[in-house]
């Protein structure tokens, strides 16, 4: 075991606790077993990383370990069955035609599987773990289900059996409400330090360069973006972007390696085209590649962000996530529709085509106002300002499915305003009670609307 926790800490720097705790956790492979362990953290700090080639420097006969993924199993029936086939080392293939271990339809038929292959292999007293990648999305696949797996062992007859849950969820907003199983053991892992990222990051170092020169680089790229990003995915797509460019006036005698200073200056343009575009994955790699090889050391540095900006400006910059498009699609019915009628176009089961009666002689006096134009017409007087709380009211009213829980509506509603599609026309740093108006013409809003297959024109009123 000690060879495996040595082979760990070289593989993962800043992981020393969390490798220790999780190798005392399994000790031999007939030492009992803890019934669950819960393992979360923030993203990119490496928990699946680790778990996963622990698990494979520790289980190397196979049959004693299944890795599950929420997302790939979205039924329980998918989750058993994937267990039942790794633990049995059965690989579904065209000889059994593409068939399962066993077929189990609930948790019961699971339980008597896990007995029967348990006692049929011998090995009912050898450890044998379940892994749950992003396992907070258990909480949406019945009420028992998480509480079952928490007593796996303890339905299975005292089998040696652990449950690791992997989630960026803290345990309180886990627990099973109505109780019935007893809290697992936590391992937390915490976002990598300064000195720990520069350990990771220095595994990327290109082999012909030289390592002190490329954290020299990487310090400088921390330095600039750790502000907003502490995200150890995007740093290191930041640095694999940034460092070509970085070292480009080297190779073309613009610079030498010891002027880092210059060296910054000249690459500076393509930090702030990074920051404003790249970070938010707006450009893709291989468009980054592309649109900044035009410009270089020996061009003005203006036309690096030109030529990074073209493909953004040529798409009128509204490639956008899918979650955003729909909160700016929100913001654009908030200005321009009068909040008394939120309730005839957003309302769950009202059709917003239907048509309030009027009464009297209020249908002429309309006509000849919309004939007019319409005094009240908000398409000609622009956009109105709206409440946050409103825009998100209409948000969840128009979106089809249920909000992953790990989107984070607030940063992307920030983002918006970052980048001039929403303007704040109230005071106030915080985001709730707010004041906002969307700065997105028609043709834009329809565009994306047209990307996300939503009929937009049905939820505006008196537009043309």
């Known amino acids: 075991m ?67 993924n929420s997302v790939e199993c979205f039924t329980p029936r998918l989750l058993f069955e994937r267990t039942l086939n790794a633990w049995a080392g059965h690989v579904p293939s065209a000889d059994n035609r593409f068939s399962n271990y066993a077929r ?76 019935g199983a007893a809290d697992p053991l936590s391992i937390f892992f915490p976002y990598y330090t300064k000195q720990q990222i520069l350990l990771v990051l220095a595994k990327d170092c290109p082999l012909d360069e030289p390592q002190g020169f490329f954290l020299t680089f990487v310090d400088a790229v921390y330095e600039v973006f750790h502000r907003n990003c502490v995200d150890l995915n995007e740093l290191r797509h930041l640095v694999a972007m940034l460092y070509p460019k970085f070292v ?77 498009k729909f909160l700016l699609i929100s913001a654009y019915l908030a200005s321009y529709n009068p909040s008394r009628l939120d309730v005839q176009y957003f309302a769950r089961g009202k059709d917003p085509t239907q048509k309030r009666k009027r009464k009297g002689g209020g249908a002429s006096a309309a006509a000849a106002e919309d004939a007019l134009g319409g005094r009240d017409r908000q398409q000609l007087l622009g956009p109105r300002s709206f409440a946050i709380e409103r825009m998100l009211a209409i948000f969840y009213s128009v979106i089809a499915e249920p909000v992953d829980s790990a989107v984070d509506v607030q940063t992307q509603i920030a983002s918006l305003i970052t980048l001039r599609l929403l303007t704040k026309t109230s005071a106030g740093d915080r985001l709730d009670g707010i004041k906002c108006k969307c700065n997105v013409s028609l043709e834009a809003i329809r565009a994306i609307s047209r990307s996300v297959r939503f009929e937009i024109d049905r939820f505006l009123y008196n537009f043309t």
């Open 2 to 68: 000690s060879t495996i926790g040595e082979r760990l800490l070289t593989k993962f720097p800043g992981r020393n606790d969390q490798i220790e705790q999780l190798l005392s956790l399994l000790g031999e492979s007939e030492d009992p077993a803890p019934p669950c362990v819960f393992v979360y953290g923030p993203s990119a700090t490496g928990k699946t990383a680790v778990i996963r080639d622990l698990f494979n420097e520790y289980d190397t006969s196979g049959g004693h370990y299944a890795y599950i």
């Open 104 to 179: 189990c339809d609930n948790l019961v038929d699971f339980v008597n599987s896990v007995r029967d292959l348990l006692v049929t292999s011998g090995k009912q007293h050898e450890a044998h773990y379940m892994v749950i990648d992003q396992a907070e999305r258990l909480r949406d696949r019945g009420p028992m289900l998480l509480t079952s797996l928490l007593r796996l062992s303890e339905l299975t007859g005292g089998a040696n059996i652990s449950v690791i849950l992997i989630s960026n969820v803290v345990w309180d907003k886990f627990r099973p409400r109505h109780g």
């Open 248 to 324: 480009q006036p080297v190779f073309e005698k613009q610079a030498t390696r010891n002027e880092f200073a210059r060296l910054f200056k000249l690459c500076q343009p393509y930090f702030a085209a990074a920051s404003e575009r790249l970070y938010l994955r707006e450009i893709s790699t291989s468009e980054w590649q592309k649109y900044s090889a035009v410009a270089s050391a020996k061009n003005n540095p203006e036309d690096v962000a030109t030529s990074i900006y073209h493909m953004a400006e040529n798409s009128d910059g509204m490639d956008l996530p899918h979650y955003t």
